[in-house]
């Protein structure tokens, strides 16, 4: 709110000028195409590790991947929301969302199995981490987020564009989903805010005892390496 901190309406007024300005369609489009083709790659590769893993151990973590570009108009209100330009460069130069890809995995163990893989990737640039599983929000959103800097040649030379990868079991997605659907921007009555903290932690504890009977299981299922 820099020079606006003793005018109130003329921020408001800045804000809905912001509001009403717009990237045209073909710099959205130029924009986009390297943040497409970097999400593409890390797409390819998720799934890449994810049949290695399954070759060497008959087992896989990863139960499905979902990818998305951020849409012209939701770039636009997050520049809007940030005060600033609303402009394709503005949106290369400070956000690293406008691709990503959400991997949900079968349980807790199963995501820092793939975080392990993909900090031995050499050639991807860690560019940020916060850890929602170990220090959940305070809704109850567990999530383990990652923004990698993801190689793209063209003929300039090679450039980092930044993924965001959001790694959930399917317990921490369902609830996720769920709080999205029922309590996102909307009034939520205090009595459902608690109710969705008191369910993540169902879904976490019934996730634990889903885990405790696949490894009772495979007791005496040792899984063994394919040749």
């Not at 949900?104 to 900090?119: M, R």
């Not at 989903?177 to 029922?182: K, V």
Request: contains cysteine; negative net charge; aromatic residues 10%.
């Amino acid at each position: 709110m820099s020079g606006y901190e003793n005018d109130p309406a003329g921020y408001a007024a800045y804000v809905a000028q912001l509001a009403n300005e717009h990237i045209p369609q073909e710099e959205y489009d130029q924009l986009v195409e390297p943040y497409r083709e970097a999400m593409t790659r890390l797409e390819v590769r998720m799934n890449g590790l994810n049949e290695d893993y399954r070759k060497k151990y008959r087992d896989y973590p990863i139960h499905n991947i979902q990818a998305r570009i951020k849409s012209r108009k939701s770039i636009e209100q997050k520049l809007a929301a940030r005060n600033l330009p609303i402009t394709a460069f503005a949106a290369k130069d400070s956000l690293t969302d406008i691709a990503g890809i959400r991997v949900i995995c079968y349980f807790t163990e199963d995501i820092y199995s793939i975080l392990a893989l993909i900090k031995h990737q050499t050639d991807l640039l860690i560019i940020k981490e916060s850890d929602y599983i170990n220090s959940p929000k305070s809704t109850g959103y567990k999530s383990y987020h990652m923004v990698l800097g993801i190689p793209v040649y063209r003929i300039e030379g090679m450039q980092y564009y930044p993924v965001e990868i959001q790694l959930r079991t399917l317990a921490m997605d369902l609830w996720a989903s769920m709080e999205h659907r029922i309590c996102y921007k909307g009034q939520t009555p205090d009595e459902t805010t608690d109710a969705f903290k008191r369910y993540s932690d169902e879904l976490f504890e019934m996730e634990r005892r889903m885990k405790h009977h696949l490894d009772e299981i495979r007791k005496d299922n040792p899984q063994e390496p394919m040749q």
